[in-house]
Nanobody, 129 residues
Framework: QVQVQESGGGWVQPGGSLRLSCAASGGTFSSRTMAWFRQVPGKEREFVAGGKWSGGGIMPAYANSVKGRFTLSRGNAKNTVELQMSSLKPEDTAIYYC????????????????????WGQGTQVTVSS
């Protein structure tokens, strides 16, 4: 059974940095897409960054709101991805969820929550002074 687990959330002041990690287990993840979404109360889940495993690495795509500040990369451990978040703003405050697709997605599907079959429980990120 596929499981997805996030770690690394917390509190940081505006302008600071945090690194989130996501570990997937229980399956084969080559050609699958892994992504980060975030959600605040009363709003829909929002795509942050994601990419498909390809050639041992991951090809990232980013939401415009985080482009240039967040970096998605493969983690050192197998089937892990990391989200390095820099220049954090109060509006980045949310619960961040990692998700893995059950099959290969096309690029245009990367940002659609409904295309992901496996979700972690989420990790809180709070940006405030």
């Amino acid at each position: 059974q596929v499981q997805v687990q996030e770690s690394g959330g917390g509190w940081v002041q505006p302008g600071g940095s945090l690194r989130l990690s996501c570990a997937a287990s229980g399956g084969t993840f080559s050609s699958r897409t892994m992504a980060w979404f975030r959600q605040v109360p009363g709003k829909e889940r929002e795509f942050v960054a994601g990419g498909k495993w390809s050639g041992g690495g991951i090809m990232p795509a980013y939401a415009n709101s985080v482009k240039g500040r967040f970096t998605l990369s493969r983690g050192n451990a197998k089937n892990t991805v990391e989200l390095q978040m820099s220049s954090l703003k109060p509006e980045d405050t949310a619960i961040y969820y990692c998700a893995a697709s059950g099959s290969s997605l096309i690029t245009s599907e990367t940002g659609r929550p409904s295309r992901y079959d496996y979700w972690g429980q989420g990790t809180q990120v709070t940006v405030s002074s």
